[in-house]
């Protein structure tokens, strides 16, 4: 809740700068938890999947839909994918990787899995 109220306060003009925040940090994440140069472009592939565009793409749109989305996207799935510390998790690179398609609107919690 507090993410969607911090997404929809903020000003169109400043949506792709903290897009590119919320991205680097998401990356940041995917890296603290073990995940590979391939783990990272599964994980751009499948937040195109969700947005129609790779990550590095979305920060020069002026759609301000499509940044919303994926702003909203990058942080929830950075909230979501700390639920636990990678010492906690058999394979943290795998639980990032399905927080990020969960935190972008996948279906499937990887914390109902675990």
């Known amino acids: 809740m507090l993410i969607e109220q911090y997404v929809t306060s903020l000003q169109a003009e400043d949506l792709n700068a903290a897009y590119d925040r919320a991205a680097r940090n998401l990356f940041v994440f995917l890296r603290e938890y073990g995940c590979s ?3 990272i472009a599964l994980a751009c592939s499948i937040i195109q999947q969700h947005t129609g565009y790779y990550p590095s793409q979305i920060r020069t749109l002026r759609d301000t839909e499509t940044v919303t989305t994926a702003l909203y996207g990058a942080l929830n799935s950075e909230a ?3 639920r636990k ?3 906690q998790l058999r ?6 990787i399905k ?5 972008f609107g996948g279906e499937v919690d990887p914390d109902e899995q675990s």
Do not use: E, I, M, Y
Not at 91 to 96: E, G, L, Q, V, Y
């Open 80 to 82: 979501l994918g700390r």
């Open 99 to 103: 927080t990020v398609d969960f935190g």
């Open 91 to 96: 394979n943290p690179s795998r639980w990032a």
């Open 85 to 87: 510390a990678p010492d």
């Open 37 to 39: 140069n391939d783990q």
